[in-house]
Nanobody
Framework: QVQLVESGGGLVQAGGSLRLSCAASGSLFSMNEMTWYRQAPGKQRELVATVTSRGMTTYTDSVKDRFTISRDDAKNTVYLQMNTLKPEDTAIYYC??????????????WGQGTQVTVSS
């Protein structure tokens, strides 16, 4: 079983920055794509950014040029650097990962979420 734990959320003023982290632990062999999602109150969960095992990244349009996703495979961790935050970025941010466990079985795991609140 592979667990994901997010950290780094909090309250920040508009224009500020936060860095989210998501660490994987457990019976982990390798991770493929790692993704950040977010869900604002009353809205559907949306994909924010993805990084592949080769380091290729994609972003939803609303965060391009403000957010940066990265990964450190030695630490089994994915990051989301969020700059120039806006009130509309307020949401619970979730980490999602797919990969193989040590028994070479495919896994899909979600973190518990971390709250990001941006005040105007």
């Amino acid at each position: 079983q592979v667990q994901l734990v997010e950290s780094g959320g909090g309250l920040v003023q508009a224009g500020g920055s936060l860095r989210l982290s998501c660490a994987a632990s457990g019976s982990l062999f390798s991770m493929n794509e790692m993704t950040w999602y977010r869900q604002a109150p009353g809205k559907q969960r949306e994909l924010v950014a993805t990084v592949t095992s080769r380091g290729m990244t994609t972003y939803t349009d609303s965060v391009k040029d403000r957010f940066t996703i990265s990964r450190d495979d030695a630490k089994n961790t994915v990051y989301l650097q969020m700059n120039t935050l806006k009130p509309e970025d307020t949401a619970i941010y979730y980490c999602y990962a797919e990969g193989l466990d040590k028994a070479f079985r495919a896994f899909r795991s979600w973190g518990q979420g971390t709250q990001v609140t941006v005040s105007s």
